[in-house]
């Protein structure tokens, strides 16, 4: 499989047709946001991810300005909400191969940096 890059970010990524910087905004965040969707399928087909037996465990790290490093276990479909974060930011989901991983910028952050594994429902 090849790699894929989706970037999903909560500031406005829209431009007129010649590239000049427009006030409306078309729906670039929906827009965007069903790239990542389409990739986090890929990378739940390529692990054989199994809904209903299985979650996702998220490794984080220099999350913050204290620079945090921390793990979660949520649903598959939370993955999206749980990295996003209050004020601008900017996700890069990358798959490649059956490896997701996501870095994300912001104001407070200089990358905090996040790996996913899939593990058994308790
Ligand atoms: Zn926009």
Not at 7 to 25: F, H, I, K, P, R
Not at 26 to 39: Q, R
Not at 90 to 105: A, C, K, P, Q, Y
Request: charge should be negative; include cysteine; hydrophobic fraction near 30%.
């Amino acid at each position: 499989m090849e790699k894929q890059i989706f970037e999903l970010t909560n500031s406005c990524t829209c431009a007129n047709e010649d590239g000049s910087y427009t006030d409306d905004c078309f729906g670039c965040y929906e827009d965007d946001k069903s790239n990542v969707e389409y990739l986090l399928r890929d990378w739940a087909t390529a692990n054989n991810f199994d809904g209903d037996n299985q979650l996702v465990r998220i490794e984080g790290r220099g999350m913050t300005w204290q620079n945090r490093d921390g793990s979660t276990v949520i649903e598959y479909e939370s993955i999206i909400d749980t990295l996003q974060i209050n004020g601008d930011y900017r996700l890069t989901f990358t798959l490649d191969g059956e490896n997701l991983t996501v870095s994300r910028g912001s104001h407070d952050e200089y990358g905090a940096f996040f790996k996913f594994t899939i593990v058994p429902r308790p």
